[in-house]
């Protein structure tokens, strides 16, 4: 079992920046490649970035690439994604992910999903 709890959501202007966080409880976080997706209303669920189990290896979805960055702290158990330079269209919930399979997750399937939280970019 890996709980995964996101915080750092909110209501931000174009332009600007959040940090979201994703805190993994149990001792097999490190094991794992964690993932960020992220779901509009009324659209399906897109993936957004991830990270391999040890950090060395980053993807992300084409339209947030050079504006977003994951990133993770394996003895805090917990993973980042910094979104600057935020777009009315990266309103969404955005939840993280986590699973032993890097191809797995970069595509959805995921073994664990936190609950999500908001991100709202206002024009």
């Known amino acids: 079992q890996v709980p995964l709890v996101e915080s750092g959501g909110g209501l931000v202007q174009a332009g600007g920046s959040l940090r979201l966080s994703c805190a993994a409880s149990g001792r097999t976080f490190s094991s794992y490649d964690m993932g960020w997706f992220r779901q509009a209303p009324g659209k399906e669920r897109q993936f957004v970035a991830a990270?391999?189990?040890?950090?060395?290896?980053?993807y992300y979805q084409d339209s947030v690439r050079g504006r977003f960055t994951i990133s993770r702290d394996n003895a805090k158990n917990t993973v980042y994604l910094q979104m600057n330079s935020l777009k009315p269209e990266d309103t969404a919930v955005y939840s993280c992910?986590?699973?032993?399979?890097?191809?797995?997750?970069?595509?959805?399937?995921?073994?664990?999903w936190g609950q999500g939280t908001q991100v709202t970019v206002s024009s």
């Open positions: 992910a986590a699973d032993l399979n890097a191809v797995k997750l970069r595509f959805g399937v995921a073994g664990y």
């Open positions: 990270i391999s189990w040890n950090g060395g290896d980053t």
